[in-house]
């Protein structure tokens, strides 16, 4: 679980405009892209508490890029409000790469999957920040247990009006990525046949998983101010769908990733999120549009996508058949294809043809314990992984 973490910079890189109403208007199609990492300790393997020396260290370098998560265990940086892909590639080695050292300094290491393949979720501390004991207090274990580690991926757009449209048509396409991005089989010591448990974890909190299809920005909105007003909510980021309409920033937010152990993998994501975007924008200027499909048909694809990953089958609803999931990725980069140049992201998004050949976090994290038979291996080979390349 995660808060936004994106912030207004003015910089010499980005032309931004404030309505009126004093919010941010971004170009269309700029990224900003958040990742949560883990914070282990290099003899044990187990996760370690963190708090004050890496995160409030990070803040005199980093300022807000960097923040604790609701447990200590657990540290999040996020990229500035990027123009392309390879300004967020540029701004996401550099984020790895200081918070890697700031670990470092301690004694500790980061590692990125999705979850941490055995440490305990009852040895864990929480945060002592008054918003993360509001969530314990309300959804107890539900929210102790939450120890999970994603990619969230923000997506500039003109307004909320054409944010809800392309929320509506992006929807589909989230099994798709989301197959891509598994990395954590293991949980609390077991293999659990799953190569994203993560999202089964967060399944337990409430307004999660593939939102529903709204007619207008207009009735999203009731909808948030209902819960509001029914004190379900205090505001709207505490919707945690999978993709969302952000409350403050007009940007598409792509939430559903486990994160990638690799800093290209994060790329190819994020690219091929941006594309899909752009693409469907393009549609949109040509009065076309991509169909829409309910919430009940795209949840039997993520749920296909968390228990197989690239190695099963989707649904490709519009033949009623089931394809294999390195088909329809290809099927997929065949679609984005006429926006990808440009979006400047040719090679960054060919990166994906890359993650079919080797596999998912998850394909190589198994593989690693087949092996080696140890679980400690496992986290050594995620820690390298994640500092390859910084």
Excluded at 142 to 153: D, E, K
Excluded at 187 to 204: A, E, H, I, L
Excluded at 211 to 229: M, V
Excluded at 272 to 282: E, H, P, S
Aim: charged share 25%; aromatic share 8%.
């Amino acid at each position: 679980m995660s808060s936004p973490i994106l912030t207004p910079l003015v910089t010499d890189k980005l032309v931004e405009e404030i309505t009126e109403a004093g919010q941010l208007k971004l170009p269309p199609f700029t990224l900003g892209i958040e990742e949560e990492f883990q914070v282990v300790d290099p003899e044990t393997r187990q996760l370690r508490s963190h708090m004050h020396q890496i995160v409030e260290g990070g803040k005199v370098i980093l300022k807000e890029q960097v923040k604790s998560e609701m447990h200590q265990s657990v540290v999040e940086v996020g990229t500035n409000i990027c123009r392309n892909i390879k300004e967020a590639k540029e701004e996401v080695i550099y984020l790895r790469k200081m918070v890697a050292e700031l670990a470092a300094q301690q004694g500790l290491r980061i590692a990125a999957a999705g979850t941490h393949p055995f440490s305990l979720w009852q040895e864990q501390l929480i945060t002592d920040n008054p918003r993360y004991h509001e969530i314990v207090n309300e959804m107890q274990d539900a929210a102790r247990s939450n120890l999970i580690f994603g990619l969230h991926v923000h997506v500039g757009i003109e307004n909320r009006e054409q944010g809800i449209k392309l929320l509506n048509s992006a929807r589909y396409f989230l099994p798709h990525i989301f197959a891509l991005s598994t990395n954590s089989p293991f949980w609390q010591g077991r293999n659990t046949g799953f190569k994203s448990y993560r999202v089964k974890v967060f399944d337990k909190f409430p307004r999660t998983g593939i939102p529903d299809f709204f007619s207008s920005a207009e009735e999203y909105d009731r909808y948030i101010n209902l819960l509001i007003k029914t004190n379900c909510i205090d505001n709207g980021k505490k919707i945690w769908y999978d993709l969302r309409l952000h409350p403050f920033f007009n940007t598409i937010e792509f939430r559903i990733c486990d994160i990638p152990m690799r800093v290209e993998e994060t790329i190819a994501l994020a690219a091929l999120m941006q594309a899909i975007i752009a693409k469907l924008v393009k549609l949109m200027e040509q009065n076309l549009d991509f169909r829409q499909y309910g919430r009940a048909l795209i949840n039997e694809n993520k749920w296909r996508a968390a228990r197989y990953g690239i190695e099963g089958k989707l649904i490709d609803f519009g033949k009623e058949a089931e394809v294999p999931v390195r088909e329809l990725t290809e099927e997929l980069l065949d679609f984005v294809d006429d926006v990808v140049d440009g979006l400047g992201s040719r090679e960054e998004i060919s990166y994906i043809r890359t993650m079919l050949d080797n596999g998912t976090g998850a394909d190589r994290q198994l593989e690693v314990f087949k092996k080696e038979g140890n679980l400690n291996a496992v986290v050594d080979y995620i820690i390298a992984e994640t500092n390859k390349g910084l």
